[in-house]
C-alpha cells in the first residue's frame, strides 16, 4: 500500500469513528433525555407512599429501561411505553412528558393525576394507546389530539373535562375507541365524527350533551359499541339503524329524551346482545321482532310510554311502568 493509500485510509477511519461517536452521543443524548421527561413527571408528585416507590425505582443510578412502569424498544432504548396505572399516584403533568417522542402507548388510568393536559403532549406523535381514564383532569378537551394520526385507543372517562367535543378529534383516522363518559361535556357530537371509518366503540354516557341524537353517527358502518346514557339528546331512533350499523353488539341510549316507536327494524340487528332504551320517551309497542335476537342478554326498557309486549321466542326479561 503505497504512503497515500494508507493516509487516505487513516484519515476514513478517523472520520468513521467520529461519526460513530457522535451517533452514540446523540443516542445517549435521546435517552437521557426520556429520562428527564420521566423524572420531571415524578417530581410533579405529591408525596405519599406510591410515590416514594418511584422516587427510589425512578433513580439516575439505573437505566431508564429498568424502572417500574417502563417499556423500552430493543433497538433504540427509547421509552415505548409507560404504564402507571392504579397507583394510587397524585400530582400534574408536566410539559416534558411530550418529549417521549418514541412513546407508543401512554396509560396513567386510575390515579389521581389533576390539572388540564399540558399542549406538549401533542409532539407525542407515534402515540397508539391514550388512557387517562379516572383521574381528575380539567380543562377543555383540547384540539391538539386531532394531531395524533396514529392513535387508536382514547379514553379520557371519569375526570372533569368540560367545553365541547372538538371536531379535530375526526382527524385521527385510525381511531377505534373513544370514550369521554363522566366529564362535562356540553354540546353535540360534531358532524366530522362520520369520518372515523375505523372507530368501533364510541361511549360519550353521562354528560350534558345537548340537541338531536347525532344520526351521523350512524353512518360509521365499523361501530359496534354505542353509548349514549344519560344526556339531554332528544329525537327519534332511525329505521335503518341496523341496515346502517350490521356489526352493532352494544346499544345504550337510556335517559335521554327520545321519542316515538321503537323502529321494528331492531330484529334485523342481529349481532346485537345488548340494548338500554330505559328512561326516554317511546310509545307503541315492543317490536315482535326483538324476541327473535338470538345474541341478546339483556334488554331494558322501562321507564318509557310502551304499551304492551309482544315479544315471544327468546325468554327475556322486559320491564315496563
Same mark, same amino acid.
Not at 13 to 32: C, E, K, R, Y
Not at 38 to 53: H, K, T, V
Not at 59 to 72: A, L
Not at 102 to 125: C, D, K, M, Q
Given at each position: 500500500?503505497?504512503k497515500a493509500?494508507?493516509?487516505?485510509?487513516y484519515?476514513?477511519l478517523i472520520n468513521?469513528?467520529?461519526?460513530?461517536?457522535?451517533?452514540m452521543?446523540?443516542?445517549?443524548?435521546?435517552?437521557?433525555?426520556d429520562?428527564?421527561?420521566?423524572?420531571?413527571?415524578?417530581?410533579r408528585?405529591?408525596n405519599?407512599?406510591?410515590?416514594?416507590?418511584?422516587?427510589?425505582n425512578?433513580?439516575?443510578?439505573?437505566s431508564?429501561?429498568?424502572?417500574?412502569?417502563?417499556?423500552?424498544?430493543?433497538?433504540?432504548?427509547?421509552?415505548?411505553?409507560l404504564?402507571?396505572?392504579?397507583?394510587?399516584l397524585?400530582?400534574?403533568?408536566?410539559?416534558q412528558l411530550?418529549?417521549?417522542?418514541?412513546?407508543?402507548?401512554?396509560?396513567?388510568s386510575r390515579n389521581?393525576?389533576?390539572?388540564?393536559?399540558?399542549?406538549?403532549?401533542?409532539?407525542?406523535?407515534?402515540?397508539?394507546?391514550?388512557?387517562f381514564?379516572t383521574?381528575?383532569l380539567?380543562?377543555?378537551?383540547?384540539?391538539?389530539?386531532?394531531?395524533?394520526?396514529?392513535l387508536q385507543f382514547l379514553s379520557?372517562?371519569?375526570?372533569?373535562?368540560?367545553?365541547?367535543?372538538?371536531?379535530?378529534i375526526?382527524?385521527? !383516522?385510525? *381511531?377505534?375507541?373513544l370514550? &369521554? @363518559?363522566? %366529564?362535562?361535556?356540553? /354540546?353535540?357530537v +360534531?358532524?366530522?365524527?362520520? #369520518? $372515523?371509518?375505523?372507530?368501533?366503540?364510541?361511549v360519550?354516557e353521562?354528560?350534558?350533551l345537548?340537541?338531536?341524537?347525532?344520526?351521523?353517527?350512524?353512518?360509521?358502518?365499523?361501530?359496534?359499541?354505542i353509548?349514549?346514557?344519560?344526556n339531554?339528546?332528544?329525537?327519534i331512533?332511525?329505521?335503518?339503524?341496523?341496515?346502517r350499523?350490521?356489526?352493532?353488539t352494544?346499544?345504550n341510549?337510556?335517559?335521554n329524551?327520545?321519542?316515538?316507536?321503537?323502529p321494528?327494524?331492531?330484529?334485523?340487528c !342481529?349481532? *346485537?346482545?345488548y340494548?338500554? &332504551? @330505559?328512561? %326516554?320517551?317511546?310509545t /307503541?309497542?315492543? +317490536?315482535?321482532?326483538?324476541? #327473535? $335476537?338470538?345474541m341478546?342478554?339483556q334488554i331494558?326498557?322501562?321507564?318509557?310510554?310502551l304499551?304492551?309486549?309482544?315479544?315471544k321466542?327468546?325468554?327475556?326479561?322486559?320491564?315496563l311502568?
Amino acid at each position: 500500500m503505497s504512503k497515500a493509500m494508507g493516509k487516505i485510509h487513516y484519515l476514513f477511519l478517523i472520520n468513521f469513528s467520529l461519526v460513530s461517536l457522535a451517533m452514540m452521543a446523540a443516542g445517549n443524548s435521546n435517552v437521557t433525555t426520556d429520562q428527564l421527561a420521566l423524572l420531571a413527571l415524578r417530581d410533579r408528585m405529591i408525596n405519599s407512599e406510591p410515590r416514594e416507590i418511584l422516587a427510589k425505582n425512578w433513580s439516575i443510578t439505573s437505566s431508564v429501561c429498568d424502572w417500574i412502569g417502563v417499556t423500552c424498544g430493543s433497538r433504540h432504548r427509547r421509552v415505548t411505553a409507560l404504564n402507571i396505572s392504579k397507583m394510587n399516584l397524585t400530582g400534574t403533568l408536566p410539559p416534558q412528558l411530550g418529549n417521549l417522542s418514541f412513546l407508543v402507548s401512554l396509560n396513567i388510568s386510575r390515579n389521581n393525576f389533576h390539572g388540564e393536559l399540558p399542549p406538549e403532549l401533542v409532539h407525542l406523535r407515534r402515540l397508539r394507546y391514550l388512557n387517562f381514564r379516572t383521574n381528575n383532569l380539567s380543562g377543555e378537551l383540547p384540539s391538539w389530539f386531532g394531531y395524533l394520526h396514529k392513535l387508536q385507543f382514547l379514553s379520557l372517562g371519569n375526570n372533569s373535562f368540560s367545553g365541547s367535543i372538538p371536531p379535530s378529534i375526526s382527524n385521527m !383516522s385510525k *381511531l377505534e375507541t373513544l370514550c &369521554l @363518559s363522566f %366529564n362535562s361535556i356540553e /354540546g353535540t357530537v +360534531p358532524t366530522e365524527f362520520q #369520518n $372515523l371509518h375505523n372507530l368501533k366503540t364510541l361511549v360519550v354516557e353521562y354528560n350534558p350533551l345537548s340537541g338531536p341524537l347525532p344520526l351521523h353517527v350512524f353512518n360509521i358502518s365499523s361501530l359496534e359499541n354505542i353509548a349514549f346514557w344519560n344526556n339531554n339528546l332528544y329525537g327519534i331512533l332511525p329505521d335503518d339503524i341496523c341496515q346502517r350499523l350490521k356489526k352493532l353488539t352494544w346499544l345504550n341510549l337510556a335517559y335521554n329524551n327520545l321519542i316515538g316507536r321503537i323502529p321494528s327494524t331492531v330484529s334485523q340487528c !342481529s349481532q *346485537l346482545r345488548y340494548l338500554s &332504551l @330505559s328512561g %326516554n320517551h317511546f310509545t /307503541g309497542p315492543i +317490536p315482535m321482532g326483538i324476541g #327473535n $335476537l338470538t345474541m341478546l342478554e339483556q334488554i331494558h326498557l322501562q321507564m318509557n310510554n310502551l304499551t304492551g309486549s309482544d315479544v315471544k321466542a327468546q325468554p327475556l326479561s322486559i320491564s315496563l311502568d
